[in-house]
């Protein structure tokens, strides 16, 4: 998120987003809107001890499970990951990461690991693929939108209006 926050402060970008639960610290020339919060899931593969159930899985029951994971920053969803982990007084076992989702998913696929996701990766299918609900309050994820206060392109100010109202933005996130 470092690289993206700079960019959009810079001027590199017009508009970064970034996956967090907590809403990002930014500079005081860069905002951040909530554009939707997402359940967490686990995604583990077909015939996984785990796979056998449908409903909510507790975090405690991946203490120990080898995980794959995309390389989020320290303020990101993997901060999000080992606060969750914290929250039962262990760690995630991180034992592969990627930079490509497809990778994540073929490797969670092949066994490699199980992976924490937001909700709305579920919509990438695969045949050998479970997702499971997390348990808890603290089990969400939010997608937030970084902007400039002030000098965004037009195009970017196109893009921020056609989303709406920031208040609408939070009643579709909840």
Known sequence: MDAQ?????NGGLDLGFVRSRSKPILPESVTSTCLVTDRMYVAMRKGHRLSA???????????????VHYPYDREG???DLRRLFG????????????????????????????????GSLRRLEVDTLHYRELKGETALSSMWLLHRNEGASAAARRFIDLLGPADQMATRAA
């Open 5 to 9: 926050r700079e960019a959009v402060e």
């Open 87 to 118: 929250s039962i007084g262990q760690r995630p076992r991180l034992v592969q990461e990627t930079h490509e989702m497809s990778t994540l998913l073929g490797l969670v696929s092949a066994g490699f690991g199980i992976s924490v996701l937001p």
């Open 53 to 67: 159930c449908s409903g909510p899985v507790d975090v405690a029951e991946l203490a120990g499970e080898p995980m």
């Open 77 to 79: 969803f993997l901060d």
